[in-house]
């Protein structure tokens, strides 16, 4: 360690910089690229990430009181060779 070293970065520091900012050729980014994207243990990870987020929301909503909005609308007819709808097609509507 050098003497001076006190803990502290600089703002020109290399450790404040981005890969793609550290990186200057355009073919070495394209390379890194590829890398990340074709990566497994990469996708595995966020995978993993998805499921505990997912797990986090469910407990959450075990905890939590929510709210469900819904609309439903139902219609029976009755066949008409039914004991229901024998009775149905007997009814007859007074016109007053």
């Not at 200057?24 to 987020?53: C, M, T, W």
């Not at 709210?67 to 149905?88: H, M, N, P, Q, Y």
């Given at each position: 360690?050098?003497?001076?070293f006190?803990?502290?970065?600089?703002?020109?520091?290399?450790?404040?910089l981005?890969w793609?900012?550290?990186?200057?050729?355009?073919?070495?980014i394209?390379?890194?690229?590829q890398?990340f994207?074709?990566?497994q243990?990469?996708?595995i990870l966020?995978?993993?990430?998805?499921?505990?987020?997912n797990?986090?929301?469910?407990?959450?909503?075990?905890?939590?009181?929510?709210v469900?909005l819904g609309a439903?609308?139902?219609?029976?007819?009755?066949?008409?060779?039914?004991r229901?709808?024998?009775?149905?097609?007997q009814?007859l509507?007074?016109d007053?």
């Amino acid at each position: 360690m050098p003497a001076t070293f006190n803990g502290e970065t600089s703002p020109g520091s290399s450790a404040q910089l981005g890969w793609r900012e550290f990186f200057d050729d355009p073919y070495l980014i394209e390379l890194i690229d590829q890398a990340f994207a074709g990566n497994q243990e990469l996708k595995i990870l966020g995978q993993e990430v998805r499921i505990a987020s997912n797990e986090i929301r469910a407990r959450r909503g075990a905890i939590f009181p929510f709210v469900r909005l819904g609309a439903a609308a139902d219609i029976v007819k009755s066949s008409r060779f039914t004991r229901d709808g024998a009775v149905e097609d007997q009814l007859l509507v007074a016109d007053d």
